[in-house]
């Protein structure tokens, strides 16, 4: 039974609706009807009786669900703990996530939810006379009218999807989803400046906003602009300390700057707010490699590999990790890794596994397991081969063929198999003009390497027509030029010069003229070729490190040649060749300490290169370590340096062997023999 003090109430709000012309026209005929006598059977009042009280609570009812004041007697009368709509609008607590239940009548959430339903099985046409049906109901809701501007855009609708966004912020100035979707369409256009205002409008106005943050540093990532990336994701890290994308994005932009300890410890912090990042935990292992915590990187794989076993890549670096160690065990779990890989990776034909393995390994320096596995490669891609192949078919088979032959090539020569080698690039029939280059430069390096300088010449006639491009015509005479006499080097540097009167010289063009010049010996004109180079460009870092080097060789301006040998390195950081241009510098300086430094990081990732093994012997033999100089000059000859550099680790060898007596070598073998016990 209903309470008189929550009825009286509910009735007033009933009869003064503008929906019903006489409520209490109606409510007085539904009470006579169920209240007054009548001369009936009993059975037929009873029946008379009850359809009156069900017309009248139906009219009640059908009073309190028309509009949003008798949703709210409703309320009143049933005690209901539902969160209704308020006869005053409220903004949701959450700009980025309106709540649907406060749109302004139950009509306007129908419809909505209609259009929801619609546009979730793609009918976004439908679902915009939906979301415009529920706007009759409720012309004030910024969230309907943002609805409207999403479809929009699905149909890519701009002109549209940029007025109804911009009338969802007319009617709520700090409506973040409408800010942000217009920076998403702006961005579209390719209209950069608004793009970047209506985000940053969304952070403003919501500056919890992920969505925007994330937006935002993609777009000022592809304008190149890491500073305010930086800035924009230290504030993200201050708004939402959960949000594990912004501390990832910061640590690669570290990771990029040189800051290996920052981004690793961001790395860190990404991981402990999302434990299954894989991206995170495959750059941290990458960076415990660069420090030589191999132990570390190798849990990082292991990890990574719990959260996703499909991670082919991260499998391949684990192989090679254990692959470096050499002991039994590890080449045992190297091999299942493959094994793993070659059996479970489906989506890849059997050859691309093999190749990418191979690949993998020849690019971590082993070069005898990566001629194993490309070796493998080649022959199942053989196996593959189907006749009758139509065109495309037959192209797409013939670069699978090339990519895997030219690695092989190149693993043979890293091997010191140079003959493999040459065979290996003359079998080659590329598609590629890029690889077709490459390889034509390898044969005749080859063929020089191994002492057939009449066929390095003549190859290089052939490969190199009279009208070939300016890009062809210098990598063909860098490759000719290493171990080319001093009459074929005046032959290549004046058609060079007949070239660029032709044409404007290119950078690369002069710094090929300086190397020929530099490898005659004439170190004034080389320097003042560089010079024009960094006048043009002083940010150049090959010409900032070659200058750099001409200095050290001879000894003069060694603080100015430090200076720009830093230089190259701040721009191309970690670069192994002007890593090892600083080395000799600090040796010409005889800073043996950071000499030391830099040239071992130099070799670690140099390690088949002679110049680098020379510099390295000539600094033991200048602090008097002369058994550890002997046999460094003595890889380095084994390496078949160009001639030059070949005389002057002769003459090295030769004054150690003089230095060292015969007595201290047999000792030195024989303590090396018997290992003394712990």
Avoid at 188 to 206: F, P, V
Avoid at 240 to 264: N, S, V, W
Avoid at 426 to 455: C, D, F
């Amino acid at each position: 039974m209903l309470d008189r003090n929550t009825f009286s109430p509910y009735t007033k709000k009933i009869r003064t609706h503008q929906l019903f012309r006489r409520p209490r026209r109606l409510l007085s005929w539904a009470w006579l009807v169920g209240c007054a006598p009548a001369p009936v059977q009993p059975a037929s009042a009873s029946f008379l009786l009850l359809w009156a009280w069900v017309v009248g609570v139906g009219l009640l009812l059908a009073g309190c669900q028309t509009t949003q004041h008798n949703l709210q007697g409703y309320e009143s009368l049933w005690g209901s703990k539902t969160p209704l709509p308020s006869p005053i609008r409220h903004d949701p607590p959450r700009p980025h996530k309106p709540n649907p239940r406060y749109l302004g009548s139950a009509q306007a959430y129908t419809a909505y939810l209609r259009g929801r339903l619609l546009a979730q099985d793609q009918h976004h046409h439908h679902a915009i006379k939906s979301f415009k049906i529920a706007l009759v109901h409720d012309a004030n809701s910024a969230f309907l009218h943002y609805t409207i501007a999403q479809q929009y855009t699905q149909l890519g609708e701009w002109v549209q999807a940029v007025f109804w966004a911009r009338r969802a912020v007319e009617q709520q100035k700090n409506y973040a989803p409408a800010h942000h979707l217009l920076g998403r369409i702006y961005w579209i256009q390719r209209n950069q400046a608004l793009a970047i205002a209506s985000y940053k409008q969304a952070i403003q106005s919501d500056p919890r906003y992920l969505d925007a943050y994330l937006d935002l540093e993609q777009l000022l990532s592809k304008a190149e602009q890491p500073q305010p990336r930086k800035i924009l994701l230290e504030s993200l890290i201050r708004r939402r300390p959960d949000a594990h994308q912004g501390y990832f994005l910061l640590a690669k932009i570290h990771q990029a700057a040189g800051d290996i300890e920052r981004a690793l410890q961001l790395f860190q912090e990404a991981v402990n707010r999302q434990p299954s990042h894989i991206e995170a935990l495959y750059h941290m292992a990458q960076i415990y490699e660069k420090q030589k915590n191999t132990d570390a990187a190798v849990r990082c794989y292991l990890l990574l590999l719990d959260y996703q076993p499909e991670a082919w890549q991260a499998r391949m670096e684990l192989a090679a990790r254990w692959l470096q160690r050499r002991a039994a065990f590890d080449t045992q779990r190297a091999a299942y890794q493959l094994r793993y890989i070659m059996r479970e990776a489906t989506q890849m034909e059997s050859y691309e596994r093999a190749f990418r393995i191979g690949s993998t390994l020849y690019e971590k320096q082993l070069f005898a397991d990566a001629i194993v596995w490309l070796r493998r490669a080649l022959r199942l891609h053989r196996q593959d081969f189907v006749g009758g192949m139509s065109a495309p078919q037959d192209k797409l088979y013939r670069a699978h063929a090339q990519n895997i032959r030219f690695y092989l090539g190149m693993a043979w020569r890293a091997d010191g198999q140079p003959q493999k080698a040459l065979l290996t690039f003359r079998r080659l029939r590329p598609v590629s003009k890029n690889i077709r280059l490459e390889t034509q430069a390898y044969q005749i390096e080859l063929l020089a390497e191994l002492g057939r300088y009449r066929e390095s010449r003549e190859s290089l006639k052939r490969f190199r027509p009279p009208k070939s491009s300016m890009r062809r015509w210098i990598r063909l005479s860098q490759a000719f030029a290493e171990r080319a006499s001093l009459e074929d080097l005046d032959a290549e540097i004046r058609d060079l010069q007949e070239r660029m009167k032709e044409a404007p010289a290119p950078e690369e063009g002069l710094m090929h003229l300086s190397y020929l010049l530099f490898k005659q010996g004439r170190y004034v004109p080389c320097e003042q070729e560089l010079k024009k180079i960094l006048a043009k460009n002083p940010r150049h870092a090959g010409a900032l490190n070659f200058l750099g080097y001409l200095l050290a060789e001879q000894g003069i301006r060694l603080p100015e040649a430090e200076k720009l040998v830093a230089t190259a390195l701040q721009i191309e950081a970690d670069n192994p060749s002007y890593l090892d241009s600083l080395g000799w510098v600090y040796v010409q300086m005889r800073q043996w300490v950071k000499a030391e430094e830099a040239l071992h990081k130099a070799s670690e990732r140099l390690p088949r290169d002679p110049a680098v093994l020379a510099h390295l012997a000539t600094l033991y033999q200048r602090t008097g370590r002369w058994q550890k100089a002997l046999g460094a000059f003595r890889r380095a000859r084994a390496l078949r340096p160009e001639p030059s550099l070949q005389r002057k680790i002769e003459s090295n060898i030769q004054a150690l062997r003089r230095r060292l007596p015969k007595v201290d070598i047999s000792r030195s073998s024989r303590r090396s023999q018997h290992p003394s016990s712990p």
